[in-house]
């Protein structure tokens, strides 16, 4: 499969996720704080470079992939590349500086559910979410267990497996995810002309 095409497959599955997402959302009116930052800095978030294929496709058509590669080689931070924190004294604050080429753990994160020991399902959120939207956290959970739908993390990274094996199923630290990410995209294109640009992903 090329490039492209599974860009486009992965895009197809974020759009199909946000709109679960979205209507998860509706029905239980949880949300991220705006300007909350506090789960993107964690420093073990890990992900698989497909769900960020879209991202290193997208900087390869602007011509920002090599530049981009070689500042994540130099990166020694764990804290997500891509990152824009509000301040250096805030770093807590801030927001996603390519929030529609995201990954598929950060869409998923506060909206989808995880199985525990004895495979129930349950609601994969922040401690923010929980503590500032308590009762709605609660109305949440209880309806989970009386059968209200939403996306289940599983699932998603089983789906993205079906459009790259290797790529949907090496799970790395976030940063070493796309720089394989980009590394693949330079890789084809080596060798193979480019001809045309990019949709906006969802």
Known sequence: MSIKRKVKA?????GH???????????TRLHCVTGCGKCCTKSDIEASPLEFLPYAFQLFVEGNA??????????????????????????QSGSCGKYQYRGLICRLFGYAA?????????LATCKVIKEGQLDNYL?????IEQGLKL??????????????FNMGTR????????RLALTEVLTYYAYRPFRGGAKRIA
Do not use: M, W
């Not at 992965?10 to 974020?14: C, N, T």
């Not at 090599?66 to 770093?91: F, M, N, R, V």
């Not at 109305?139 to 309806?143: D, H, I, Q, R």
């Open 10 to 14: 992965v895009e197809q599955l974020f």
């Open 17 to 27: 996720l946000d709109k679960e997402i979205l209507a998860f959302q509706t029905h």
């Open 66 to 91: 090599e530049l981009t590669l070689e500042e994540l080689k130099g990166e020694s931070s764990p804290i997500c590349h891509i990152y824009q924190p509000l301040s250096l004294t805030d770093t």
């Open 114 to 122: 995880a199985r525990n020991k004895l495979g129930q399902l349950q």
């Open 139 to 143: 109305k949440a959970a209880k309806a």
């Open 151 to 164: 996306p289940v993390i599983s699932n998603y990274y089983s789906k993205l497996a079906q459009i790259d």
């Open 171 to 178: 799970i790395v630290p976030i940063n070493q995810a796309l």
